[in-house]
Each structure stands twice: as structure tokens, then as C-alpha cells.
């Protein structure tokens, strides 16, 4: 009866999410901490179903455990980098008072945003066993990951509604949010990888080349591989 209950009340908390009814100040100490944990969770969900690409063979079984920690790991860590920006620009636009506030409207879309990514865990399962190319497979995931994106600026207006109804400036705090996250968590994915892992290399948690190449340069080439094949943008041979 008790573990009902717990089970209840979660996806009553779920439910509040997406809803945008995570946010309100009461209890916030404990409440910033439970959409830590559910970022964590469910952002480990669909990492653990994004590390089996290669198999569930014996000898992959460490790249589910990376890709279940570093998926969750990419979006705190993310959300981390990107607060001290963000609360420089409040403080500049007179906001500051309402910066706690303002941080858990965006920690609730955050885990709003792992809600519905790993509810698209099940298409990204049938696409692994759809086709064998990894790069496809790369694009997929970041096709999964741009769809729960959408989703979640949908999630972060009505988390936000408040702030906005109170002071206009915080529609421009909302716009300087999304530009800082998405730039950092781009990044922050290159620096990351292997999120996958590619058949036939060794598993290992961060790869040794990480610093080479900027993420944006691959997120390019990758697009273009996509289109026309061709790994190298310009490669007329």
C-alpha cells in the first residue's frame, strides 16, 4: 500500500511537470532537489536505452552504465555552467530578487524535458534495431533530443508564465536562457562523448581526441553526411 502510494504521488509530481505546476516557491528547498533527482532518473532511462546500439552483449555491458550516468550527467552539468551567466543577466535587468524563482521555473522544465525524452526511449529502440549505421544513429538521438527540446520550451512559457506576468524583462531573461543553455549544452555533449559507442572500439568513458574538434564543426558534418553521404562537406571526389 505504501509503495502505492509513493508510485502515485510520483506521477502525480510528473503530471505537475508537464502541466507547469512544479515550479511554486512552497517547500523549495526539497522540491529543487526531487526535479534534481527526476532529471536524473529519467534522463538515465533514455541514456541506458541510447547505450545499447552496439548489442547487449556481456562485454558492452559498461557502455550502458556510461551512457545511463552521462545522459543525465550532460544536462545537470549543463544546467550548472549555464546559472552563473543567467544570474549575472538578472542582476543586470533588475531581476535578481526573483532569480530563485526563476531557477526552478527552468530545473522543473529541465526535468520536464527528461519526462519526455525518455518517453521517446521506445522509437529510438526500434530505430537501434531498424539499421546498423551509427551515424545515423547519432543523428536519431539528436533528432530525440531536439523533439523533447521543443517540447520542453513549451513547458518552460507556462513554468515562466508567472515571472512574466509580473516584469516583462523576464520574457527577454527566458530568450537569454534558451540562447546560453543550448550553446553550452552543444558543447558540453562534444566534451561528453561516447553517449553510444561505436561498434568495434574499445568502451571507454570520455574519448582521447575530445579537444580537436569543436562540436558545432561535427554537428555540420554529420548534417551532411545525412544528406549526401559524404562525411567531408566540400569533397567533390
Known amino acids: 500500500m505504501k ?3 509513493t508510485v502515485l504521488q510520483s506521477l502525480e509530481q510528473v503530471d505537475g511537470l508537464l502541466r507547469g505546476g512544479g515550479a511554486d516557491s512552497s517547500g523549495a528547498g526539497g522540491r529543487f532537489w526531487r526535479l534534481v533527482l527526476c532529471t536524473a532518473v529519467f534522463g538515465g532511462g533514455y541514456g541506458l536505452v541510447m547505450g545499447t546500439f552496439s548489442g547487449l552483449r556481456p562485454d558492452h555491458a559498461l557502455q550502458l552504465v556510461y551512457s ?3 545522459a543525465p550527467l550532460l544536462l545537470l552539468c549543463s544546467f550548472a555552467l ?3 551567466s543567467f544570474f549575472v543577466l ?3 535587468a533588475g531581476l535578481r530578487r526573483d532569480f530563485s524563482e526563476a531557477v526552478r521555473a527552468v530545473a522543473a522544465t529541465q526535468a520536464g524535458l527528461t519526462v519526455v525524452l525518455c518517453s521517446f526511449a521506445p522509437f529510438t529502440a526500434v530505430w ?3 539499421s546498423a549505421d551509427y551515424a545515423a544513429a547519432v543523428g536519431f538521438n539528436g533528432l530525440m533530443f531536439a523533439a523533447a527540446c521543443v517540447v520542453s520550451h513549451v513547458l518552460l512559457r507556462r513554468h515562466y508564465r508567472p515571472l512574466i506576468l509580473r516584469h516583462g ?3 527577454w531573461m527566458l530568450a537569454c536562457w534558451l540562447v546560453i543553455y543550448c550553446f553550452v549544452s552543444i558543447q558540453l555533449a562534444w566534451v561528453l562523448r561516447p553517449f553510444i559507442g561505436f561498434p568495434g572500439q574499445p568502451t571507454e568513458f570520455f574519448r582521447s581526441n575530445v ?3 569543436n562540436a558545432y564543426e561535427v554537428v555540420w558534418r554529420l548534417a551532411w553526411y545525412l544528406l549526401t553521404g559524404d562525411w567531408r562537406p566540400g ?3
Open 3 to 5: 509503495f502505492s502510494r
Open 128 to 130: 537501434y534495431l531498424s
Open 68 to 70: 545511463s550516468v552521462k
Open 211 to 213: 579537444f580537436q574538434e
Open 82 to 84: 549555464s546559472l552563473p
Open 169 to 171: 524583462r523576464h520574457r
Open 235 to 237: 569533397n567533390s571526389s
Open 90 to 92: 538578472n542582476s543586470l
